[in-house]
């Protein structure tokens, strides 16, 4: 059981827009920077976003991150099929002192 | 460049002990916390333990207290995971991780500890 809550699963067309959403608490996302991560079979993960919105040198600007109280969400416009994998979203939790991670999204492109 | 490489990982009996190490280069390396993640085949990410930038301070997930131990060596620019007590579940490949406010996280690209008889 993941502390934080993703839903396992997500699907989108080509161009389509599509969003990841990601529940925590006051104790880690309502009170820290959350992470978004994606990871393809066989590799480590991706920093996709970081401090909530921000983006890594590299990563295309259709990764767009939110939040709002203790949930946050991850968008990816204009889907392509290379968007394909787990998605993962992180932040610090203070009663952890440690990062927790959300179940990962399967993101699958129809 | 930040550059995080793990070594160490390998096969081992159940009780039995391993050490993973993380090389970092490209930073100063006693200026960043740095945690130990894995990810067992198959599964999720679950964050191991931290340890801050002078060592000071370290934390354990509550499946690994007590089993794993958490160092640096300032010297070497290397973090370490000492991992004693091995279980099947622990299982998994070790990621290395910087922590950075300004840039966000960086990882490395993970080692596999199987634990099996």
């Known amino acids: 059981q993941s502390v934080l809550t993703q839903p396992p699963s997500a699907s989108g067309t080509p161009g389509q827009r599509v969003t990841i959403s990601c529940s925590g608490s006051?104790?880690?996302?309502?009170?820290?920077?959350i992470y978004w991560y994606q990871q393809l079979p066989g590799t480590a993960p991706k920093l996709l976003i970081y401090?909530?919105?921000q983006r890594p040198s590299g990563v295309p600007d259709r990764f767009s991150g939110s939040k709002s109280g203790t949930s946050a969400s991850l968008a990816i416009s204009g889907l392509r099929s290379e968007d394909e994998a787990d998605y993962y979203c992180?932040?610090?939790?203070?009663?952890?002192?440690?990062?927790?991670f959300g179940g990962g999204t399967k993101l699958t492109v129809l | 460049e930040v550059q995080l490489l793990e070594s160490g990982g390998g096969l081992v009996q159940p009780g039995g002990s391993l050490r993973v190490s993380c090389a970092a280069s490209?930073?100063?390396?006693?200026?960043?916390?740095m945690s130990w993640v894995r990810q067992a085949p198959g599964k999720g990410l679950e964050w191991v333990s931290y340890?801050?930038?002078?060592?000071?301070?370290?934390n354990y997930a509550d499946s690994v207290k007590g089993r794993f131990t958490i160092s640096r060596d300032k010297s070497k620019n290397t973090l370490y995971l000492q991992m004693n007590s091995l279980r099947a579940e622990d299982t998994a490949v070790y990621y290395c991780?910087?922590?950075?406010?300004?840039?966000?996280?960086?990882w490395g690209q993970g080692t596999l500890v199987t634990v099996s008889s």
């Open positions: 991780a910087r922590h950075s406010m300004a840039t966000g996280p960086d």
């Open positions: 490209g930073f100063t390396f006693s200026s960043y916390g």
């Open positions: 340890i801050s930038g002078g060592a000071d301070n370290t």
């Open positions: 006051s104790s880690n996302i309502g009170s820290h920077n």
């Open positions: 401090g909530n919105n």
């Open positions: 992180s932040a610090w939790d203070d009663s952890l002192s440690g990062w927790v």
